[in-house]
């Protein structure tokens, strides 16, 4: 029983630092287009919610937005402007982490959580781009891009998720 244990806490661990590592290097590596980089980080961001223990979450959440922020052409010159988003990218990140984890019938968790997402990051764009602190630009970007990628990222994990 001990040894079960221990060998299911190191492939925890395993895949924790797996994820983690895509989560910086897939933003930091494909430098375009944007909405292939989005599905596969809210990919992860579903697996980490089904697959890790909340404690394990922090790093799939965090590391895609700096990972875009620092290697600084997912959205061209215009990447600057991440600077302004990465708290709501965060805070939108968890909330569908969380959401995901929940006992619900999986489509559900993906519909709910990807809305929720792009609802917020959506919200920060409008704001931002009203004070003009943003480009208009960032209002597709960081609204339906945003539900769509969580989406399809969704239903891509529902495949993966099996076969980790």
Request: aromatic letters at 14%; hydrophobic letters at 65%.
């Amino acid at each position: 029983m001990k040894e079960k244990l221990a060998i299911a806490r190191a492939t925890s661990a395993n895949l924790s630092l797996i994820l983690a590592g895509l989560a910086l290097s897939i933003p930091a590596i494909f430098t375009s287009p944007q909405w292939l980089i989005g599905i596969i980080v809210n990919a992860l961001l579903f697996v980490a919610a089904i697959k890790l223990d909340s404690k394990n979450h922090w790093p799939v959440i965090i590391l895609p937005s700096l990972g875009a922020l620092l290697h600084g052409v997912i959205f061209g010159p215009l990447t600057f402007f991440l600077i302004y988003f990465i708290p709501f990218i965060w805070l939108g990140n968890y909330l569908l982490v969380r959401l995901a984890s929940f006992k619900w019938p999986f489509v559900w968790r993906v519909i709910i959580a990807s809305v929720l997402k792009s609802t917020i990051l959506f919200l920060t764009a409008f704001f931002y781009v009203n004070i003009s602190l943003v480009p208009k630009i960032f209002l597709s970007s960081m609204g339906l891009m945003q539900l769509v990628t969580a989406l399809i990222g969704g239903l891509i994990a529902y495949f993966v998720i099996d076969l980790i």
